[in-house]
């Protein structure tokens, strides 16, 4: 089977991140490629927590409408900000012209973002029901400290009555 790629759309507009944290300069950047019967979509300078567990990824379809979720996994937020370049592999598309909403949850507006993509699979790819195939994510490009942390009021006798303090 013949290889096809394609670069097929850039949604480069302004980003909240991209003011809110100048470091990371380029934020929010997406983009789909198209390579057979699996389309991978881009996620480049993602402003995301700097210790997250991971990210997940959901897809459903209905029709030509493609539908891509991406969610920050924490279990313990840090006191900081990364800019990290992620990618979700999406295989088994069936051939044909797709419109593809990408969401992530924007932690600066507090909203969910939604970025459309025109995506083309080629004809002659197999099909069948779309699958996350694999995630790619990136180390911590740059990162900042988000405001100070909890000024630590008094050290108790007690390990524990210690780290009480620190949240109180």
């Given at each position: 089977?013949?290889?096809?790629?394609?670069i097929?759309?850039?949604?480069a507009?302004?980003?909240?991140?991209?003011?809110?944290?100048p470091?990371?300069?380029?934020?929010?950047?997406?983009?789909?490629?198209?390579?057979?019967?699996?389309?991978?979509?881009?996620?480049?300078?993602?402003?995301y927590n700097?210790?997250?567990?991971g990210?997940?990824?959901?897809?459903?379809?209905q029709?030509?409408q493609?539908?891509?979720?991406?969610?920050?996994?924490?279990s313990?937020p840090?006191?900081?900000?990364?800019?990290?370049?992620?990618a979700?592999?999406?295989?088994?598309m069936?051939?044909g012209a797709?419109?593809?909403?990408f969401?992530?949850?924007?932690?600066?507006?507090?909203?969910?973002?939604?970025r459309?993509l025109?995506?083309?699979?080629p004809g002659?790819?197999?099909g069948?029901?779309?699958?996350?195939?694999a995630?790619t994510?990136s180390?911590?490009?740059?990162?900042?400290?988000?405001g100070?942390?909890?000024?630590?009021h008094?050290?108790?006798a007690?390990?524990w009555?210690?780290?009480?303090?620190v949240?109180?």
């Amino acid at each position: 089977m013949r290889a096809s790629w394609a670069i097929l759309a850039i949604a480069a507009l302004p980003s909240a991140a991209g003011a809110q944290y100048p470091w990371c300069e380029h934020a929010d950047q997406i983009y789909a490629t198209v390579a057979d019967s699996t389309i991978t979509v881009h996620h480049i300078a993602a402003a995301y927590n700097c210790c997250p567990d991971g990210f997940e990824y959901a897809v459903s379809q209905q029709g030509a409408q493609l539908d891509v979720t991406e969610t920050e996994i924490l279990s313990t937020p840090c006191l900081c900000v990364c800019c990290y370049d992620l990618a979700v592999e999406i295989e088994h598309m069936a051939p044909g012209a797709y419109t593809l909403a990408f969401r992530w949850y924007d932690y600066e507006t507090g909203q969910w973002q939604v970025r459309e993509l025109p995506v083309i699979v080629p004809g002659g790819s197999p099909g069948g029901a779309p699958a996350i195939a694999a995630v790619t994510v990136s180390d911590c490009i740059e990162q900042t400290a988000v405001g100070d942390p909890p000024p630590i009021h008094s050290v108790e006798a007690s390990t524990w009555g210690a780290i009480k303090s620190v949240y109180r």
